[in-house]
């Protein structure tokens, strides 16, 4: 996944409050998730600050809206949307008591030819007024066609799969030093738990077919790169270039020397790439062809 995903909060927080602490568990979410479902416009702009409205950004422009992104579902559901699934990526607290929330809104449209998959990516962020969460904040993509990939896709993501930035090294002094024990090597993949390739591509190293070629060689690192932002002194010394994409991996000996890293996004696209492809990379670089 190459775009990035930064929002700019910076900006935002300047114009907003102080509000409570965010929670860990995030009720209002899943309750927003029902009414964009329902296609009802009144129950989804329920959800939506009125004062201030709401900013809402769209490839068409940024307005200052309540009832913005009401409507454009509402009418997604009237045009034929037979069903919408929000796939959430990330739920995080940022300053201010703001929550962050990085979503990917897949949708069947009924066509003339049957039904047909889009897609669009959205962001979030919420605010507790009184004694209510609203979102005082939302980007939006357009829906575009969603081609299917052919590796096999999480049905609820994770949203932790990826730690903390700072815990990376640790987490890499632990895998090489259990690699040492058991003759494996270390996978690093960077990427960050906004990016869904980066689901993707965990969810095939989990399959039937492909996990145990992952168990039996590698111990497998999640190196948080954040807004593409963090961990990037990691990221060059490992070779892997982000401005490529990600997910983005490296492979090291249980010494921590590096045996390869993937120079051009290799497995940044996940409609692109397939199990084949994953399997021969996991067998190339598996203990057994260690030079």
């Not at 998959?117 to 605010?127: G, I, K, R, T």
């Not at 357009?142 to 990826?162: S, V």
């Not at 790169?225 to 990037?232: A, C, F, Y």
């Amino acid at each position: 996944m190459k775009a990035s995903r930064a929002l700019p909060i910076a900006a935002l927080l300047l114009l907003l409050p102080g509000t409570a602490a965010a929670q860990s568990a995030f009720e209002p979410l899943d309750r927003w998730k029902v009414a964009l479902q329902s296609g009802n416009e009144a129950s989804i702009a329920s959800f939506y600050s009125r004062f201030p409205p709401a900013q809402v950004q769209t490839p068409e422009g940024t307005v200052q809206d309540s009832g913005a992104e009401a409507r454009y579902w509402s009418a997604t559901v009237t045009k034929g949307a037979s069903s919408i699934n929000p796939k959430v990526l990330t739920v995080e607290s940022r300053p201010q008591g703001l929550m962050e929330t990085v979503l990917r809104i897949e949708v069947m449209l009924r066509t003339s030819a049957g039904d047909q998959p889009w897609v669009a990516a959205m962001h979030q962020l919420w605010q507790r007024q009184g004694n209510t969460w609203l979102i005082v904040f939302t980007r939006r993509d357009d829906l575009d066609p969603n081609p299917p990939r052919r590796l096999p896709e999480p049905a609820k993501p994770k949203m932790d799969l990826y730690a903390p930035p700072e815990d990376a090294p640790a987490e890499i002094a632990e895998a090489l030093a259990a690699a040492a024990k058991d003759h494996k090597r270390v996978i690093l993949v960077f990427g960050a738990n906004w990016c869904y390739d980066c689901h993707v591509l965990d969810t095939a190293f989990h399959s039937k077919a492909i996990a145990p070629l992952v168990n039996s060689n590698y111990h497998v690192v999640h190196v948080n790169v954040g807004d593409e932002d963090k961990n990037l002194d990691l990221a060059q010394k490992y070779g892997v270039p982000l401005n490529k994409g990600i997910p983005g991996l490296a492979v090291l000996n249980s010494d921590g020397s590096l045996v390869y890293s993937q120079k051009q996004g290799e497995f940044e696209n996940s409609v692109r790439i397939g199990p084949a492809d994953v399997t021969a990379f996991l067998k190339k670089w598996a203990p057994s062809h260690q030079s």
